[in-house]
Every structure is written in structure tokens, then in C-alpha cells.
T-cell receptor
Framework: AQSVTQPDIHITVSEGASLELRCNYS??????LFWYVQSPGQGLQLLLK??????LVQGIKGFEAEFKRSQSSFNLRKPSVHWSDAAEYFC?????????????FGTGTRLLVSP | DTGVSQDPRHKITKRGQNVTFRCDPI?????LYWYRQTLGQGPEFLTY????????KSRLLSDRFSAERPKGSFSTLEIQRTEQGDSAMYLC????????????????FGPGTRLTVL
């Protein structure tokens, strides 16, 4: 069964500083990987996804993530954080494209941005 | 494309009452999912529809929960005899599955229905 670990519950970053949020997954094959962002009281917005091919994927709002099979990781990065990036970030893993495709989410990392 | 919508956005009920939530997916999406998110946790899968067929249910979905998607468009999630432990955000998502079961992994989420059981 799939599982996702986000080891950091909270991270505080100064505005303008770089950001890296960690995500480790467990899955028997090459998974589909996602990062979602959730603002307080809101639903989830997809930031980026990895299905196959280039292991460095670009997303919206200046985010990128790198798939590292050897480390079972899919860390999210941003070179310069803006105050509006403060939110909760969820990493998720999905099954291969054939058949049923629920997403399994990590417990999330709350990003705080200090002035 | 107006996105996934959910109604109501908030629901406060007393323990023992029944509640029903509605989800309207993106119009061309044939797959619909329900998730539950409790405070401080990530969303957890509840159930999944392909068109009008409910193809998978999580063990989290007790007998008090029922979901329908009668015409393969909108879906409803009903909770009977609510308990305080049912308090959570209920999220709906939809995706487009392609022929042969391919595709559909990019799920688009609605804003959620926050349920508070007193």
C-alpha cells in the first residue's frame, strides 16, 4: 500500500529566502506524485505533478519539485518565498494509470513566512 | 469551467441528526472522489465513482455513511445519526478518466464542506 511521510509539521521561512519541503513516499513501483497547497478553510490547489520523464518538474507560483527514485523522495522547492505562500502543503501519491486511483496524502507541512 | 463546487460550505448539527452534502464536479469529468480531512491531518480517501458506479469504498466509510451519484453528474454524501467524531472537512474531487482506465490521476478539489457535530 502507498504511504507518504512529510517529516516537518511546521517550517518558518523569512520572506525572500529559499524553501524546501520534504516528502518521502512508499510504493512498490514508480508512483504518480503530487504537491497540493491549502489555504485556511479552503480546498486543495494542485501545485505540480510528476508522472514520468524529467525528474525536475515545474509548477505554478514558482514552485518546483524533484523526483529522486533512489531516495523515494519528491521534495518541493521555491527559490524565494513570498508572504502569500504561507499555507499548508500536502504531498500525495497516486497509483499507476490503470484502474482505481485514489490519492494517499501526507499529514502536511504548515509554512509560516516571517517578514 | 467553473471548477468543483460543494454545498453547503459549513454545516453545524447536533449529534444524532442526519446531514447531506452535495458535490458538483467539473462538467466533463467522469470520476468523482470523496475525502475526509480532520484537523492537522491530510485528506483521507472515502469513496470513488466512475460515472454513476461506486467502485471503491474505504473502511473509514461506516454503515452510517452513504454516497450516491445517480446520473453520473453531481454526487451526494449522507451521514446518518451523526457523531462528534464525524466533525471534519469533507472534500470532493473530480478527474477525467480516459478509455481503457488510463489517465484521471490529476484530481481537482472543491472548497469542502466543514461539518461540526455538537
Amino acid at each position: 500500500a502507498q504511504s507518504v511521510t512529510q517529516p516537518d509539521i511546521h517550517i518558518t521561512v523569512s520572506e525572500g529566502a529559499s524553501l524546501e519541503l520534504r516528502c518521502n513516499y512508499s510504493y512498490g513501483a514508480t508512483p504518480y506524485l503530487f504537491w497540493y497547497v491549502q489555504s485556511p478553510g479552503q480546498g486543495l490547489q494542485l501545485l505540480l505533478k510528476y508522472f514520468s520523464g524529467d525528474t525536475l518538474v515545474q509548477g505554478i507560483k514558482g514552485f518546483e519539485a524533484e523526483f529522486k527514485r533512489s531516495q523515494s523522495s519528491f521534495n518541493l522547492r521555491k527559490p524565494s518565498v513570498h508572504w502569500s505562500d504561507a499555507a499548508e502543503y500536502f504531498c500525495a501519491v497516486g497509483a499507476p494509470p490503470i484502474g482505481f486511483q485514489k490519492l494517499v496524502f501526507g499529514t502536511g507541512t504548515r509554512l509560516l513566512v516571517s517578514p | 469551467d467553473t471548477g468543483v463546487s460543494q454545498d453547503p460550505r459549513h454545516k453545524i448539527t447536533k449529534r444524532g441528526q442526519n446531514v447531506t452534502f452535495r458535490c458538483d464536479p467539473i462538467s466533463e469529468h467522469n470520476r468523482l472522489y470523496w475525502y475526509r480531512q480532520t484537523l492537522g491531518q491530510g485528506p483521507e480517501f472515502l469513496t470513488y465513482f466512475q460515472n454513476e458506479a461506486q467502485l471503491e469504498k474505504s473502511r473509514l466509510l461506516s454503515d452510517r455513511f452513504s454516497a450516491e451519484r445517480p446520473k453520473g453528474s453531481f454526487s451526494t454524501l449522507e451521514i446518518q445519526r451523526t457523531e462528534q467524531g464525524d466533525s471534519a472537512m469533507y472534500l470532493c474531487a473530480s478527474s477525467l478518466g480516459l478509455a481503457g482506465g488510463r489517465g484521471g490521476n490529476e484530481q481537482f478539489f472543491g472548497p469542502g464542506t466543514r461539518l461540526t457535530v455538537l
